[in-house]
């Protein structure tokens, strides 16, 4: 968990393909461009002119001194701005026709003895500011803005002074009408830049490893830097999921695939099978893929009950060694299952065991079989099996005829194992994010060899 490991999974990870995509299209750098113009408006706001002071020959009276005080930023206008796309480097934020108004005391001295004071207020418009963004990976596989060049201009500034004796101030006022422009001018880059760098705080909320649950956390960092294109930013990140505190990887890698060229949703995700046969990979190795079925779990109204009686009926010798008792089954994966995406398909093709038990008065537990059992196109989106083979792993209770168990098996996969699966399924697992972010519009598509999810989001709080 610590950023040294982080640095050397980000470094081993370059270079190979991601298991999970993501898309930010110009949608979303539109909703993007909005929160961040609050953001440099309120940076605006916090404008700091410094006190100066100075002197100039006013003819006829000579030599005025003067000094300007107390200046406070009233009100900012960004009424124009934009966010393009510069393919291969990052984005192009540009400010226009803004506005700033200020207010601030003003004294001045002339003939050496005769003093003057008053207010001002001050308005700079036509404010101008372009500024190049580079989009990078940092050493923790986060997304990482910095601000490559700046520019800003001012078209004009202009002074109203209140008090004292306006025939004085006008005398020099063109003068401080420039003096003033050149100071706000000079402050516009380096708050722009400051606005941009506090971006990456922002950036580095993203889940680069979120747990799922007590077996398992989904690693999202960066296999490599942002790809930006004229209509897009791409971000490719691992997507593999491993057991908590132990990073073992896979037996198998990620196979290449490309997200199709939609725009109508701010954020595309592309999860791929390889994402999912990871969780499968570390949810067997830590043993979590069994359950234990007991005869509670069928319908009160189904006429097959989990007992000795029921099974009896197929299997003779059960119900005369192991009279009226209750039974309990075991189904485990033998080997992690594999997931498969066609278009609009999900599939999974899983080998698995059904053990048998008799459950003895004392509560021990009697084996009776094991079956093998293999769903080749076992469908999570429909709750029903498909080539379901049956084979006899061992008995303990002689020979039978492994087929005449397939109703009652189909059963209890049918209405207890495929419904808590389903029901795992439906918790889901932590998506890519940043902070409080809130995903709206969502639509879910299966297409070949990964699932698309598109989406607009919010961020709130």
């Known amino acids: 968990r610590t950023l040294l490991w982080l640095f050397k999974s980000t470094l081993s990870s370059n270079g190979t393909n991601p298991g999970v995509k993501v898309k930010l299209t110009e949608k979303g750098l539109e909703y993007g461009r909005q929160l961040g113009m609050v953001s440099i408006q309120q940076k605006l706001k916090s404008i700091k002119v410094p006190d100066f002071s100075g002197s100039q020959t006013v003819s006829p009276i000579g030599n005025v001194k003067y000094s300007l005080s107390n200046m406070c930023i009233v009100s900012v206008g960004l009424p124009q701005s934009a966010v393009n ?19 601030g ?67 020099f006022r063109k003068f401080i009408d420039k003096a003033l422009r050149s100071a706000m001018q000079k402050q516009m880059c380096p708050l722009v830049t400051n606005a941009i760098s506090d971006l990456n705080p922002q950036l ?18 960066m296999v490599s830097s942002p ?30 695939f490309t997200l199709p060229s939609q725009i109508n949703n ?13 969780a499968a990979f570390v949810y067997n190795k830590a043993g979590a893929l069994h359950l234990f079925v007991t005869d509670d779990m069928i319908p009160q109204s189904s006429p097959i009950r989990l007992n000795t009686r029921t099974f009896g ?20 994966t033998v080997k992690p299952p594999v997931t498969t995406f066609e278009p609009n398909n999900l599939t999974v093709q899983a080998s698995s065991t059904v053990t048998a038990y008799a459950i003895q008065p004392n509560t021990t537990l009697s084996p009776l079989f094991v079956l093998n059992l293999v769903d080749e196109h076992h469908s999570l989106i429909l709750p029903h099996l498909h080539r ?16 005449s168990l397939d109703s009652i098996l189909q059963l209890v996969l049918k209405v207890v194992v495929i419904p808590r699966l389903n029901v795992q399924l439906a918790k889901g697992y932590p998506l890519p994010a940043l902070g409080k972010m809130k995903l709206v519009n969502t639509q879910l598509e299966v ?4 699932m698309l999810i598109g989406t607009d989001v919010q961020f709130t709080g």
Request: charged residues 15%; aromatic residues 10%; positive net charge.
């Open 227 to 256: 790809i930006v294109s004229n209509s897009s930013i791409d971000f490719s990140l691992k997507g593999e999921f491993y057991n908590i505190g132990k990073h073992q990887e896979p037996p198998f890698s990620p196979s290449a």
């Open 388 to 403: 379901m083979t049956l084979t006899l792993g061992t008995s303990y209770v002689g020979e039978f005829q492994v087929r």
């Open 204 to 221: 580095k909320t993203l889940n680069v490893l979120a747990k799922v649950d007590q077996y398992a956390e989904i690693e999202y960092s």
């Open 105 to 171: 005391n003003w004294k001045v001295k002339y003939l050496h003895i005769i003093k003057d004071s008053g207010s001002f207020d001050l308005k700079v418009k036509g404010l101008t500011i372009g500024t190049s963004i580079a989009i990078k990976s940092d050493e923790t596989g986060r997304p990482a803005v910095s601000n490559v060049n700046c520019g800003a201009t001012v078209s004009s500034a202009s002074v109203k002074f209140h008090g004292g004796a306006s025939w004085l101030y006008n005398l």
């Open 266 to 278: 701010m954020l595309y995700i592309g999860m791929s099978a390889f994402t999912a046969n990871s």
């Open 85 to 103: 796309l510069v393919q291969g480097t990052g984005m192009r934020l540009s400010v226009s026709n803004a506005f700033i108004s200020l207010r």
């Open 313 to 332: 009926a197929f299997i003779p010798q059960i119900a005369k060694r192991f009279p009226g008792l209750m039974m309990k089954l075991l189904v485990q």
């Open 447 to 450: 297409l070949k060899d990964y």
